[in-house]
């Protein structure tokens, strides 16, 4: 079954502390992307990567960190530097090129800090 | 500086009647629009898509307008049903860059 898989689908962190959100596809997708979602808010993109060892920031990459050292893996690094980081986080895979190809989206992880 | 808007942030439609959906755009180089559907504590599911040299695309109970003129595209749900009560978020790109996504609509279907 190809898809997108994120874990975990909730984490707490205590303050001061990093967390690490995985994400793993078998779409074969050269490209993948991290989102964040706060209430009432659209997804804002926080990196992507168009290839392995590549990858580039997003609206709101401050106080976040990525690694693309496979194909197939996108791990989020949530800092200590980020702010605000409890939120909901979406990652999400497409082919690279082509104006007509749609990006699909992982379940989600929920971020809380406390 | 918000180049996608969805400014209804809810809607409330009664089941078996029309739901529409808006979006405006400020960015003309936009060529490429896409809807999502998303449940609480799930990822965006696409929906439909259309490009800039359409203006309707049908799917089944979906319809996306596209008024390249105005700016503004909207989905058409006919008929509503209650399984459709979700977030729809619509979003915009050109070329192969970054999709920009709006705030999103929640919409109800009221049984």
């Known amino acids: 079954d190809g898809g997108i898989t994120q874990s975990p689908k909730y984490l707490f962190r205590k303050e001061g502390q990093n967390v690490t959100l995985s994400c793993e596809q078998n779409?074969?997708?050269?490209?993948m992307y991290w989102y964040r979602q706060d209430p009432g808010q659209g997804l804002r993109l926080i990196y992507y990567?168009?290839?392995?060892?590549?990858?580039q920031k997003g609206d709101i990459a401050e106080g976040y960190s990525v690694s693309r050292e496979k194909k197939e893996s996108f791990p989020l690094t949530v800092t200590s530097a980020q702010k605000n980081p409890t939120a909901f986080y979406l990652c999400?895979?497409?082919?690279?090129?082509?104006?007509?190809?749609?990006?699909?989206f992982g379940e989600g992880s929920w971020l809380t800090v406390v | 500086d918000q180049q996608v808007k969805q400014n209804s942030p809810s809607l409330s439609v009664q089941e078996g009647r029309i739901s529409i959906l808006n979006c405006d755009y400020t960015n003309s180089m936009f060529d490429y629009f896409l809807w999502y559907k998303k449940y609480p504590a799930e990822g965006p599911t696409f929906l439909i898509s259309i490009s800039s040299i359409k203006d309707k695309n049908e799917d089944g109970r979906f319809t996306v307008f596209l008024n390249k003129s105005a700016k503004h595209l909207s989905l058409h749900i006919v008929p509503s049903q209650p399984g459709d009560s979700a977030v729809y978020f619509c979003?915009?790109?050109?070329?192969?860059?970054?999709?920009?996504f709006g705030s999103g609509t929640q919409l109800t279907v009221l049984p």
């Open positions: 779409l074969n997708h050269d490209a």
């Open positions: 979003a915009a790109k050109w070329s192969a860059r970054q999709l920009t």
């Open positions: 990567s168009q290839i392995v060892n590549d990858f």
């Open positions: 999400a895979s497409s082919i690279v090129g082509g104006r007509e190809n749609t990006i699909y």
